[in-house]
């Protein structure tokens, strides 16, 4: 199910805006499709801001922004973006792999009239390499968090990331034992044929230099990776 949000410029919203609107000059700017788990300006994390920060600034600039969120907000700042947003459901699967090629699928969707695909979280690197390895519109990827490989954030110590491989992220899930046998087989999987598509990335953003050294120590492809400080509003 796909559910499309046009901004609203003619009538002010009933609560404070988040969005700071700027009229978008020009009409054959750069399109770029920025793709997020979520949006919520409210009470989400520093991620949201990140996001809020990146398509504002490109909007500013002059960029053909657009904005596809996986998941219903439930706060109204949809109705306050300067730029459309299109919200798609029905991608929910059972295993992680299944969930990315229905992903990858609604990147496809969405490569029409993009120039650019930007996914906005690691771990949506994963169903935008599946796309990239056959999709046309170059893809990046912002990478802000650990989740992509790591299954038990509380356990990083700065070094286990060198050494951090299939056994390591079975044993550290945080699950029963009986679940981490079963999931053995999705993860394997994962390490086999899901995390290589990651090559087909045309560039990383590590949201810190931390980040990036951290990712390539875990033995993923950073290199064509430039980070940027990361930031807050």
């Given at each position: 199910?796909?559910?499309?949000?046009?901004?609203?410029?003619?009538?002010p919203?009933?609560h404070?805006?988040?969005?700071?609107?700027?009229?978008?000059?020009?009409?054959?700017?750069?399109?770029v499709?920025?793709v997020?788990?979520?949006?919520?300006?409210?009470?989400?994390?520093?991620?949201?801001y990140?996001f809020?920060?990146?398509?504002?600034?490109?909007?500013?600039?002059?960029?053909?922004?657009?904005?596809?969120?996986?998941e219903?907000p439930?706060?109204?700042d949809?109705?306050?973006?300067?730029?459309?947003?299109t919200v798609?459901?029905?991608?929910?699967?059972?295993?992680?792999?299944?969930?990315?090629?229905?992903?990858?699928d609604?990147?496809?969707?969405h490569?029409?009239?993009?120039?650019?695909?930007?996914?906005f979280?690691?771990?949506?690197?994963l169903?935008?390499?599946?796309y990239?390895?056959?999709?046309r519109?170059?893809?990046v990827?912002?990478?802000?968090?650990?989740?992509?490989w790591?299954?038990?954030?509380?356990?990083?110590?700065?070094?286990?990331q060198?050494?951090c491989?299939?056994?390591?992220?079975?044993?550290?899930a945080?699950?029963?034992?009986l679940?981490?046998l079963?999931?053995?087989?999705?993860r394997?999987q994962?390490?086999?044929s899901?995390f290589?598509?990651?090559?087909?990335?045309?560039?990383?953003f590590?949201?810190?230099?931390?980040t990036?050294?951290?990712y390539?120590?875990?033995?993923f492809p950073?290199?064509r990776g430039?980070?940027a400080?990361?930031?807050?509003?």
């Amino acid at each position: 199910m796909v559910t499309e949000h046009q901004p609203v410029v003619d009538q002010p919203s009933s609560h404070p805006s988040r969005w700071q609107r700027r009229e978008r000059p020009g009409s054959s700017a750069v399109r770029v499709t920025f793709v997020v788990p979520e949006l919520n300006l409210s009470t989400g994390g520093g991620s949201h801001y990140s996001f809020n920060l990146t398509t504002l600034g490109l909007h500013g600039l002059g960029i053909d922004v657009k904005a596809v969120v996986l998941e219903t907000p439930r706060t109204a700042d949809l109705a306050d973006a300067p730029f459309p947003i299109t919200v798609e459901q029905g991608w929910h699967r059972p295993t992680r792999p299944e969930r990315l090629r229905v992903i990858a699928d609604i990147l496809r969707r969405h490569e029409t009239d993009t120039d650019i695909i930007h996914v906005f979280d690691p771990e949506l690197a994963l169903a935008a390499g599946l796309y990239r390895a056959r999709g046309r519109p170059p893809t990046v990827a912002t990478l802000n968090s650990f989740t992509l490989w790591c299954t038990d954030l509380d356990q990083m110590d700065g070094e286990c990331q060198r050494h951090c491989g299939l056994v390591e992220r079975v044993r550290h899930a945080r699950t029963s034992p009986l679940r981490k046998l079963m999931s053995l087989p999705v993860r394997v999987q994962e390490y086999v044929s899901v995390f290589p598509r990651l090559r087909h990335i045309d560039h990383f953003f590590p949201n810190s230099p931390v980040t990036q050294r951290l990712y390539r120590e875990a033995g993923f492809p950073t290199r064509r990776g430039a980070s940027a400080p990361a930031r807050c509003g």
